[in-house]
């Protein structure tokens, strides 16, 4: 180039017809404002620093979502059951004032074993609220 510098980011074409790519004419001495086209290879470096970046935040949303200090951690204790317990009765007993429903599916969680039919004697898995 015989000691010229080379102004980067101008075309051969631009820089010998005095305009850009999209044919506009260029102000004596600017640059023309060649567009910039990805190769195949940082199309996929590009995708997959999207979806590392997507990755990481979702990570780090769904661990904030398990970290919140404001869940009340349920805990859980055992009852005897006596002569004539039903799990209506006991989730009840459990949880008055509430509808007893929701209780009852949680006994029968905490308790597989224990096919409806309870037995005087019998343990079963209680859920008590954290205090």
Same mark, same amino acid.
């Given at each position: 180039m015989n000691g010229m510098a080379r102004v980067v980011g101008v075309s051969e074409s631009a820089r010998a017809t005095g305009q850009d790519h999209r044919g506009a004419t260029l102000p004596a001495g600017a640059p023309a404002r060649v567009p910039v086209h990805l190769t195949r290879r940082g199309r996929v470096v590009v995708t997959v620093l999207l979806v590392g $970046?997507? $990755? /990481?935040?979702s990570v780090?949303?769904? /661990? /904030?979502?398990? /970290? !919140?200090?404001?869940?009340?951690?349920?805990?859980?204790?055992?009852?005897?059951? !006596?002569?004539?317990?039903? $799990?209506?009765?006991? *989730? %009840? !007993?459990?949880?008055?004032?509430?509808?007893p429903r929701g209780m009852v599916l949680e006994l029968r969680r905490l308790n597989p074993s224990s %096919?409806?039919? $309870?037995? *005087?004697g019998q343990v079963l898995v209680v859920p008590t609220a954290a205090g």
């Open positions: $970046l997507i $990755l /990481a935040l780090g949303v769904g /661990a /904030a979502v398990q /970290a !919140r200090p404001d869940q009340a951690v349920p805990t859980v204790t055992t009852m005897t059951v !006596r002569p004539g317990d039903t $799990l209506w009765g006991i *989730a %009840s !007993r459990v949880s008055p004032g509430v509808d %096919s409806g039919q $309870l037995q *005087a």
